[in-house]
């Protein structure tokens, strides 16, 4: 089996997937998208959004990154996919999943799970761009407000030539809200020939369990779980039981001093806050330690908070 961990748009940023990796037990992982409009985008855009091209796209724990692209022009898709492979990337993955609003108000992201012909061309310009030995991926939800099209979709990608596909079995309607429906999985493996990763409402080793069982799927991307565990990847695997309360809190330590130190810091405060969210579904302590920390609204009082409690 594999563990993917997924690419969470201001979530899962370079210092998140450096500190998860280390960790350990992913076998890759997908960047946060970059948003192709209408241009070749300049190179800082990359560097910007997938810091470890720098570092032959691998974490430092040495995982491999493939970055994400989110688009609909085909030909600004395929342009802005190959200058990922040239500055290092380990294949390109292809954002048909996006439940942003803002992202489905200008056609990109979910928005085009209601364009099966609009995928494939993309799809196929990207692949026809990209050399052969680099994988083409993309990640799908199982429609945009009812399933019944999720095998044409997948059909479409399949057609256009990508090398493997990661589906998240819910609608965009559906949102994260549960259950994932895993067994849509299955109906889109029967049909299509493409090596699947399974991918919604994983957080346990039982989840996984009755996923695979469902949806006929050994790899499996994980998301919002692995936030919530931070060592979901090697549990999903069996090899460990979940992190202790100190360990956790340990490694919020640890991002926080990644984070306080990059360009990103003045998002620091929604971030850990965001990150303690999911962390209280699962910790007790993590829950009174966000309670405390909500109302706190800048770094100093908050480092300050995580290195005493």
């Keep these: 089996m594999r563990v993917v961990l997924a690419p969470m748009e201001g979530v899962a940023d370079a210092p998140m997937r450096a500190l998860l ?6 076998d890759m992982v997908i960047s946060e998208f970059i948003r192709v409009v209408d241009q070749l985008l300049p ?4 560097y910007r959004l997938c810091a470890e091209l720098r570092y032959q796209c691998h974490t430092e724990a040495g995982t491999p990154v493939r970055l994400q692209l989110l688009g609909q022009h085909p030909n600004w898709m395929a342009e802005n996919a190959l200058r990922a492979i040239e500055l290092g990337s380990r294949g390109v993955d292809i954002n048909y999943g996006c439940p942003a609003p803002m992202v489905n108000r200008s056609n990109g992201g979910a ?10 061309q993309v799809t196929k310009a990207v692949r026809d761009a990209v050399p052969l030995d680099k994988p083409v991926s993309a990640k799908i939800r199982l429609g945009w407000d009812d399933k ?8 479409a990608i399949e057609a256009a030539g990508a090398s493997e596909l990661t589906v998240h079995a819910r609608t965009k309607e559906e949102a994260y809200r549960p259950p ?3 067994h849509y999985i299955q109906k889109i493996k029967q049909a299509t020939s493409l090596p699947i990763i399974a991918n919604g409402e994983i957080w346990s080793r039982e989840d996984y369990l009755n996923c695979k069982e469902a949806s006929g799927c050994d790899d499996v991307m994980l998301g919002r779980g692995a936030l ?3 060592n979901l990847a090697h549990v999903v695997k069996g090899n460990q039981l979940p992190m202790t309360w100190p360990e956790v809190k340990a490694l919020l330590i640890q991002y926080s001093e ?3 130190v990059s360009e990103k810091e003045k998002y620091y405060p929604a971030r850990i806050k965001q990150w303690l969210r999911f962390i209280a579904r699962h910790y007790l302590e993590g829950e ?3 309670l405390q920390v909500r109302v706190l609204k800048n770094t100093a009082e908050i480092l300050s908070l995580l290195r005493s409690s």
Excluded: D, M, N
Excluded at 111 to 120: G, H, N, Q, R, S
Excluded at 148 to 155: L, N, T, Y
């Design 43 to 46: 190179e800082k855009v990359f």
């Design 148 to 155: 019944s099209r999720c095998i044409e979709i997948a059909q």
């Design 111 to 120: 928005a085009l799970l209601k364009e099966p012909e609009t995928i494939y």
């Design 21 to 26: 990796t280390a960790v350990g037990g992913y």
């Design 288 to 290: 009174a330690l966000f």
């Design 180 to 182: 994932a429906h895993w």
């Design 258 to 260: 990644f984070e306080i």
């Design 228 to 230: 919530t565990v931070p």
